[in-house]
């Protein structure tokens, strides 16, 4: 008979997630069986169980968590490059690994995942929190080296993301440049750090959360300014009249994609990561000349691998609360209530 695990899943459309007992699974040929240390919480976890059955494309149940770190605790048949007991984080967005775009690292940006089914874990196919993880392939595995696995987990989603979207606008983050964070969540609190550490420009955070604003001064933000109908003119008072030169929106919604477009200075960037999915029109005469809008998803591989160094020099630190599996259920409802500062991580 079988080994079971306690697992936090996604059962039904609709419906809450729950604490259940599931099969232990075994690692076939290439896989690797990782046992979990930590497991971040995500708000796209609650958008996706606020989904209708027609919305979703991912069929429950499954196991939740897409940001997840372990340690090897089986390696399948033919596995190099790891080792038993070696602690590892996870790259989520899997792709196929032979397109063009995943030969690059890029499996972000995978071609074939409809047609192939692939799934990121927890997103789709059983994910990290739960008490042990199945990983298909050993090139989604990046050595911790060092790091806290409580502290690395958030970096794998709420880090590599924003450092994706920053790196986008490199080029227009030199001294003298602006750039707004709208949203001091998960997200948004690590973008500032990010933006602090590679960049030359001037970060101005934007939320509406007195406690957030204190964190984004806290992780080195230069102005803080409440996220309200006089923000834009703020931000304009702020730049000398010219606008933000990039503008990074961690929530996405229709009040604030029109914030980033009335903050965003003549070619510009506005990079929409947050999955509110508010449109925002583009068109001549509708934005200032020239601006950039995209929605970047996730990161690359090389880029995760950043991420983590740039946490083991120092200059990147999630904020972090840590629970068990049994409380997941209870932190999920204080996360959609808005009250997690920071980032959520279960520890099995």
Known sequence: MGQ????????????????????????????????????????SDLEIMSWSGDQSPFEPPFTLGHEGIGTVAELGPGVRGVREGQSV????????????????????????????????????RPGAMAEYLLVDDVRHLVPLDGLDPVQAAPLTDAGLTPHHAVKRSLPKLVGGSTAVVIGVGGLGHLAVQILRATTGARVIALDVADEKLELAQEVGAHEVVHSDGSAPARIRELTGGLGADVVLDFVGTAPTVQLAAQSVAIAGDITIVGIGGAP???????????????????GTRSELIEVLDLARSGALRAHVEAFSLDEAPEVYERLHAGKITGRAVVVP
Not at 98 to 105: F, M, P
Not at 280 to 298: C, D, I, R, T
Request: hydrophobic share 40%; aromatic share 8%.
């Open 280 to 298: 925002l029109p583009v068109g001549f005469g509708l934005l200032p000349y020239e601006v950039s809008v995209a929605a970047p998803y996730w």
């Open 89 to 124: 984080a996870v790259y989520g967005p899997w792709g196929c690994g032979v397109c063009r775009n995943c030969a690059q690292g890029r499996e972000n940006h995978c071609t074939r995942v409809e047609e192939l089914d692939i799934r990121p874990p927890g997103l789709g």
């Open 4 to 43: 079971f695990m306690k697992a936090v899943q996604y059962q039904q459309v609709g419906a809450g997630p729950a604490v259940v007992e599931v099969p232990k699974p075994e690692p076939g040929p290439g896989q690797v069986l990782l046992r979990v240390t930590a497991a971040g919480m995500c708000h």
